[in-house]
């Protein structure tokens, strides 16, 4: 079967600091036309700071479009042309006041592609040394040390509910455990 969505035109709808929105016409593979609505994001990267006995760093900050205060991993929009793993250093000093000498990339997401076309580069970071965090001026953030167990704790309750910050712990915590990742 073919799954193939042609681009018939394409409608810029909103040109954002963060993010555009486009409205794409479609054709099916079918025939038929369709509509898709399209954010398109630069991408961001994602850090699992991981200190050498096993501790994970965590940034809190409040979430304006799910009036929530939420704990997540570091990350930040990449900025155009910007390598990931530069980026990843950047907000992980920006946002911990950590920096590393050792980045691992482990997973490439896509979180809502559905809608979006966002991609995210997670990396672990290793071999921290502490610093001054100095978070970008529309940032209200802190940032929180945890043992790995803990975080795993507060993904299962439903404390954590950050996709990113899900999948970034999940996945490094299994490497850890099946010996694919060395601290």
Same mark, same amino acid.
């Given at each position: ?8 035109? #394409?409608?810029?709808?909103? @040109? ?17 036309? /369709? &509509? ?15 200190? =050498? ?8 900050? &409040?979430?304006?479009?799910? =009036? ?27 946002? #911990?006041?950590?920096?590393? %000498? ?5 997973? #490439? $997401? &896509? ?6 076309? =966002? ?6 970071? #290793?071999? $921290?040394?502490?610093?001054? /965090? ?11 040390? &945890? @043992? $790995? ?7 299962? %309750?439903?404390?954590?509910? %950050? ?11 299994? $490497? ?8």
């Amino acid at each position: 079967m073919n799954y193939y969505e042609k681009t018939t035109r #394409t409608e810029p709808i909103h @040109k954002g600091f963060i993010f555009d929105i486009e409205r794409l016409t479609i054709e099916l593979p079918n025939g038929k036309t /369709a &509509y898709r609505d399209v954010i398109r994001h630069s991408g961001a990267s994602v850090v699992v700071p991981i200190t =050498e006995d096993g501790h994970v760093i965590l940034v809190k900050q &409040y979430r304006k479009p799910i =009036e929530e205060v939420s704990l997540e991993l570091p990350a930040g929009k990449l900025d155009e042309g910007e390598d990931p793993v530069r980026c990843a250093a950047r907000e992980l000093k920006e946002e #911990t006041g950590y920096n590393a %000498d050792r980045f691992i990339k482990i997973l #490439t $997401l &896509y979180p809502a592609p559905a809608y979006s076309d =966002e991609v995210l580069h997670v990396f672990v970071a #290793t071999n $921290l040394s502490k610093g001054e /965090a100095s978070p970008d001026e529309d940032e209200v953030i802190q940032a929180f040390k &945890y @043992k $790995l167990d803990d975080v795993i704790k507060m993904i299962h %309750d439903g404390t954590i509910k %950050d996709s990113k910050t899900v999948s970034g712990i999940l996945f490094a915590d299994r $490497l850890l455990k099946t010996g694919g990742l060395k601290l």
